[in-house]
T-cell receptor, first 114, second 112 residues
Framework: KAGVTQTPRYLIKTRGQQVTLSCSPISGHRSVSWYQQTPGQGLQFLFEYFSETQRNKGNFPGRFSGRQFSNSRSEMNVSTLELGDSALYLC?????????????FGPGTRLTVL | QQQVKQSPQSLIVQKGGISIINCAYENTAFDYFPWYQQFPGKGPALLIAIRPDVSEKKEGRFTISFNKSAKQFSLHIMDSQPGDSATYFCAASMTGANNLFFGTGTRLTVIP
C-alpha cells in the first residue's frame, strides 16, 4: 500500500508570493491533517479535513487555508508569504472514522521563503 | 503555550542501554498519547500509543509508562541500538478531535 505522498518536496518562494502544497493520502483514508514543523515552534497543527469538510482548525492566521477533494486529496495554500512561514509542512492521513486512530505522515514539503 | 512538555531535549546513550524520555501535560481532556519517531528528511512515524485506561504498554523494545494522576507519560527504549538514533516526539489528543499536540522533541543518539 502506497504511503502518504506530498508534492513538491522542496519549494523556494519570495515574500509576498503565495504557494500551494499538495497531499495524497493513503488509499481509503478520508482524513487529512496538516502540520507545520519549525525548529523554534516544533510541530503545530494547522487544520484537518474529513470528507471535503474542515473538521478542525489550529491557531494560524487566515493566510493559511486548505481544501479537500472528493478523492480525499488535499491542498494547502499560504498567501502573502512571510519569512516566518519557512518550515517543513507535513500532511498526515488517517481513516478518520474514529478520533485517535493512527495518523500516517508524509515526508513533508520543505518551504523556504526568501 | 506548550500543551505537552517534553524532556530531555537531547539524550546520548550507549548501545545496549536504556533510553528514557519524559512528557507531561495539563489538559485532563487528553485521552490518546502516541509517540512518534522521526529520521532526518522523513515525516514522523508512529512508534507506540497508549490510552489512559492502562498504566503501561509494551511493544518489542519500546514501552510507554503512563501516570494519570501525575499527568505524565514516558517512553522507555530497552537495549538501545544505533539505528534508534532519531528525534522522538510525544503527543496528545482528545476525543472529538484528531489534532495532535506535540512535545518539543528529544534528539536521541545511541553510541556504538
Amino acid at each position: 500500500k502506497a504511503g502518504v505522498t506530498q508534492t513538491p518536496r522542496y519549494l523556494i518562494k519570495t515574500r509576498g508570493q503565495q504557494v500551494t502544497l499538495s497531499c495524497s493520502p493513503i488509499s481509503g483514508h478520508r482524513s487529512v491533517s496538516w502540520y507545520q514543523q519549525t525548529p523554534g515552534q516544533g510541530l503545530q497543527f494547522l487544520f484537518e479535513y474529513f470528507s471535503e469538510t474542515q473538521r478542525n482548525k489550529g491557531n494560524f492566521p487566515g493566510r493559511f487555508s486548505g481544501r479537500q477533494f472528493s478523492n480525499s486529496r488535499s491542498e494547502m495554500n499560504v498567501s502573502t508569504l512571510e519569512l516566518g512561514d519557512s518550515a517543513l509542512y507535513l500532511c498526515a492521513s488517517s481513516l478518520g472514522q474514529t478520533f485517535g486512530d493512527e495518523q500516517f505522515f508524509g515526508p513533508g514539503t520543505r518551504l523556504t521563503v526568501l | 503555550q506548550q500543551q505537552v512538555k517534553q524532556s530531555p531535549q537531547s539524550l546520548i546513550v550507549q548501545k545496549g542501554g536504556i533510553s528514557i524520555i519524559n512528557c507531561a501535560y495539563e489538559n485532563t481532556a487528553f485521552d490518546y498519547f502516541p509517540w512518534y519517531q522521526q529520521f532526518p528528511g522523513k515525516g514522523p512515524a508512529l512508534l507506540i500509543a497508549i490510552r489512559p485506561d492502562v498504566s503501561e504498554k509494551k511493544e518489542g523494545r519500546f514501552t510507554i509508562s503512563f501516570n494519570k494522576s501525575a499527568k505524565q507519560f514516558s517512553l522507555h527504549i530497552m537495549d538501545s541500538q544505533p539505528g534508534d538514533s532519531a528525534t522522538y516526539f510525544c503527543a496528545a489528543s482528545m476525543t472529538g478531535a484528531n489534532n495532535l499536540f506535540f512535545g518539543t522533541g528529544t534528539r536521541l543518539t545511541v553510541i556504538p
